[in-house]
């Protein structure tokens, strides 16, 4: 589809959360080797309570889901990654307005915005080996890709987030609880990387549907 509605993405967080579920095990170790071992259980349950929210209250617009997805994940989500994934879909919210359906120029908007949203909420830049590194990776990807249109888009997004989240494995984080490891945090996967990979994967599966 060329067009995103608050139905498809509806569907696309289901599927996000349904992911996270999955591998919530393998994102929990991989915390655990250089944090404090909560990543999958924190977003497993954030991802839930955005779920029910989304049944229990539809939205007729992509705004209103990125909305209410951001709002529960800020209230239920106690660590740093319900505040990054949560201001990352509000500010995508705000760049979505009140468009019944997201084209590839819109979509190209939010994941800036949201993007940008990161990098102040976390004082984050790109090199810091966080979750950031992979939104930068796919949203520079999906403006170079805008005018093939919104599949493509988002096919681009997700191939630009798994090579990012590859490439940075070997890097010396220096942001969040894996950046006290100093030298030691090299050689890792970061969490918030893998599952912003996720999520982007599921937007493409969307619109390869
Ligand atoms: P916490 O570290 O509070 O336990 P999580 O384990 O849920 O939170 O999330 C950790 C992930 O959040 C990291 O892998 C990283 O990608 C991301 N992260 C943490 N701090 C920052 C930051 N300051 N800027 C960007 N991303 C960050
Ligand atoms: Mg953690
Ligand atoms: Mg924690």
Redesign the pocket.
């Known amino acids: 589809a060329d067009r995103l509605s608050a139905t498809d993405l509806t569907a696309v967080f289901a599927d996000f959360q349904r992911a996270v579920e999955r591998d919530r095990d393998l994102l929990t170790e ?2 655990t080797a ?6 999958g259980t ?2 497993d349950r954030g991802m839930r309570a955005a779920v029910e929210a989304l049944a229990a209250i539809p939205q007729d617009t992509p705004g209103g889901v990125f909305n209410l997805v951001g709002r529960r994940l800020v209230s239920t ?6 505040a ?1 994934y949560g201001t990352a879909f509000l500010r995508a919210a705000r760049a979505a307005g009140a468009a019944e359906a997201l084209d590839a120029a819109t979509c190209t908007a939010v994941l800036r915005d949201a993007t940008t949203g ?2 102040e ?4 830049a790109t090199g ?5 590194d992979v939104w930068m990776a796919a949203s520079t990807a999906a403006a170079a890709a805008a005018g093939d249109g919104l599949p493509a888009l988002l096919a681009a997004a997700s191939t630009a987030a798994g090579a990012a989240e590859q490439e940075m494995v070997p890097w010396q984080a220096r ?4 950046s006290y490891l100093g030298e030691r945090s090299k050689d890792h996967r ?4 893998v ?2 990979r996720l999520l982007f994967g599921c937007f493409a599966a969307w619109a390869d549907a």
């Open positions: 991989l915390d250089v944090g404090d071992g909560d990543h924190n977003l989500v106690g660590g740093a990654s319900g990054l990161i990098a909420r976390g004082k984050c810091d080996k966080t979750m950031y942001r969040g609880r894996a970061d969490p918030g990387a599952s912003s």
